[in-house]
């Protein structure tokens, strides 16, 4: 999870931000792409008495796409609300 709020911790310059907002929107799509293999790739669940275990709805690929768009959203707020640095030119 800290791997992914880190773009947002580098957006102290205007190179640096454009960079982050980058790198967070990337995060997001690779959730929403992760959420949508999830959804598109599940099998059947087992109905009836004949099911030997329980079978949750909820799979490993929606939890990781969900913690990747939720941790772009995260870093894009913080990219937002950080103040950019000015250059000192000597």
């Known amino acids: ?5 880190a773009p947002g911790c580098f957006g102290y310059t ?3 931000k454009h960079l982050s907002y980058v790198a967070d929107s990337l995060l997001i799509v690779g959730g929403g792409a992760a959420i ?3 959804q598109t ?3 059947a669940p ?3 008495t004949g099911c030997p ?10 939890v990781a796409g969900v913690m990747l768009a939720t941790a772009g ?3 894009i707020v913080f990219t937002a609300t950080r103040p950019e640095t000015k250059s000192t030119s000597r």
């Open 1 to 5: 999870m800290l791997l992914g709020l």
């Open 14 to 16: 205007s190179g640096a």
């Open 36 to 38: 949508a293999v999830d």
């Open 41 to 43: 790739t599940k099998t």
């Open 46 to 48: 087992c109905e009836g």
């Open 53 to 62: 275990t329980y079978t949750s709805s909820i799979g490993g690929l929606l």
């Open 73 to 75: 959203l995260i870093g």
